[in-house]
């Protein structure tokens, strides 16, 4: 009998014209992940549909390319090789957002900001600044605690209250400006305010004269948000009506781009 091609090439070809056992692979990590990176075999087994034969067989690939290891209670944990791939990621999801904040600057005339949630801090990977000329405490590289910042909030609204309270356990809340929230109560309901009008404000939190708005962008692989920053003066109620509904409509852009296989920039 003829021996079909996948058989010839040693992997399956899926309905997607791809490689099977490659995409079963990625999948298989992605639930690690989602598991909260270490899981047993029976567990991916339930959650996949796939047989334990071939669980195993792929994940002793991935262990011996580092990207999964195995601990000595026998389950699996994502491994130190994803890191890399992970943090040269993580630059280029700020070089894809950059015609998106630059379409932001024209539209608002404010700086804009990408951020991402970095295990319980907030880290910016992406700025376009305004024509206007004011220096603010955001920057590329920066790090800060989400408690002081619309990006925080934005980023944190979608987070189960149990676990916003750890995280600011786990970091405290120390007051950049006299506005700051600094209450797991008070930061707990600027989050439900979040959720309820869709975005959030950082009102002279982390830096006196200046107002950031702030959303979440929907379906991102990692929690990402995008922002625009400005003095308070210009940043105001009315500016607050017409600046959200763009930030809103351009989040929604970029993460129709960052959820598209083969995606990229397309401003």
């Not at 996948?6 to 791809?18: E, P």
């Not at 700086?111 to 907030?122: C, K, P, Q, R, Y």
């Not at 107002?211 to 003095?231: E, F, H, K, N, Y």
Request: net charge negative; proline share 7%.
């Amino acid at each position: 009998m003829p021996t079909s091609s996948a058989s010839t090439n040693g992997s399956a070809r899926s309905a997607s014209g791809g490689v099977q056992s490659l995409e079963r692979a990625f999948d298989l990590l992605e639930r690690m992940a989602d598991a909260g990176g270490e899981v047993g075999l029976s567990e991916l087994s339930t959650s996949s549909g796939l047989p334990l034969p071939t669980i195993h067989r792929l994940m002793r690939t991935l262990v011996a390319c580092g990207y999964v290891r195995q601990q000595p209670n026998r389950r699996y944990a994502l491994g130190p090789r994803l890191i890399r791939l992970g943090e040269s990621s993580s630059r280029l999801l700020g070089t894809w957002a950059r015609p998106y904040l630059a379409r932001l600057v024209e539209e608002t005339g404010e700086t804009a900001n990408m951020a991402l949630l970095d295990g319980d801090e907030v880290v910016y990977v992406a700025q376009v600044p305004s024509k206007h000329s004011m220096r603010m405490f955001t920057e590329v590289g920066r790090r800060v605690l989400p408690h002081s910042t619309g990006v925080g909030k934005a980023l944190l609204a979608g987070f189960p209250p149990e676990d916003v309270r750890a995280l600011l356990a786990r970091t405290g809340m120390p007051a950049a400006t006299d506005k700051t929230i600094t209450t797991p109560e008070g930061f707990l309901a600027a989050l439900d305010e979040v959720r309820h009008q869709g975005y959030a404000i950082d009102d002279n939190e982390q830096e006196i004269g200046v107002r950031c708005l702030a959303v979440p962008v929907p379906d991102s692989p990692t929690a990402a948000a995008l922002s625009i920053s400005g003095p308070a003066g210009r940043v105001t109620e009315s500016a607050t009506e017409r600046i959200v509904p763009v930030l809103q409509q351009v989040a929604a852009e970029l993460s129709e781009v960052l959820t598209t296989p083969g995606g990229g920039p397309t401003v």
